[in-house]
Structures are given as structure tokens and as C-alpha cells.
């Protein structure tokens, strides 16, 4: 049974750093889109970024050149490695994990598993 379990996540001042991590289990990981994704306080759940079982990343604008995605098939997890963070990124975060390729990797349709999330939030 897929498992995905988030972690790192905490409360940090405007301007820091925080690293999510992504446990996978039960599922061929090397082979699945993945993708995080947040939700904020009575906000709709919005993709942050995505990754393909190659390697190819996709970001949303609201967080280009601040967050990074990556991915550890050996391990496996995922990654958000999130810098100069700013309050309006405070939410929970969510990975997520499709068995293929996925055509909108932001979209959270795209995605049939799921974490519980990992809260992080941001103080000005």
C-alpha cells in the first residue's frame, strides 16, 4: 500500500529556510511524477512544484528561484529545500505521487496519492 509521509516542517521568520522531506513506501518510486503542494488557511490547494521520474522540475511562479525540488530514487523521498521564505508561504505542505508521466504537474487532478502534510509557517 503507498505510504507518503512528510516531514520538516516548522515556524520560521521571513527570510529563512526550511527542507520538507517526502518518505515514500509501498509504491516504485523511481517511476512516479511527484509533486508538492500547499494549502493555506480558507485558501484552495495550489501546486508549488512538481517533478518527472526523470528529473524535469516545474515551479509555480509565486516561488521560482526561492524553492528547489529533488528527488532520491535510492532512498526514496522527495525534497523541497525552501529559501527566503515569505509569510504568505506559510501553509500546509503536501506531497503527492502519480505512477507516469503527468501532463500538468501543478495541477493536483494529476495526482492519486497522497500525504497528511506537514504545517509551516512563516512570521513577518
Known amino acids: 500500500q503507498a505510504q507518503l509521509v512528510e516531514s520538516g516542517g516548522g515556524s520560521v521568520q521571513a527570510g529563512g529556510s526550511l527542507r520538507l522531506s517526502c518518505a515514500a513506501s509501498?509504491?516504485?518510486?523511481?517511476?512516479?511524477?511527484m509533486g508538492w503542494f500547499r494549502q493555506g488557511p480558507l485558501k484552495e490547494r495550489e501546486g508549488v512544484a512538481g517533478?518527472?521520474?526523470?528529473?524535469?522540475?516545474t515551479y509555480a511562479d509565486s516561488v521560482k528561484g526561492r524553492f528547489t525540488i529533488s528527488r532520491d530514487n535510492a532512498r526514496p523521498a522527495l525534497y523541497l529545500q525552501m529559501n527566503d521564505l515569505k509569510p504568505e508561504d506559510a501553509a500546509t505542505y503536501y506531497c503527492?505521487?502519480?505512477?507516469?508521466?503527468?501532463?500538468?504537474?501543478?495541477?493536483?487532478?494529476?495526482?492519486?496519492?497522497w500525504g497528511q502534510g506537514t504545517q509551516v509557517t512563516v512570521s513577518s
Open positions: 509501498g509504491i516504485t518510486f523511481s517511476t512516479y511524477s
Open positions: 517533478i518527472s521520474s526523470d528529473g524535469h522540475t
Open positions: 503527492a505521487a502519480y505512477p507516469g508521466p503527468v501532463s500538468q504537474p501543478l495541477e493536483s487532478w494529476e495526482y492519486n496519492y
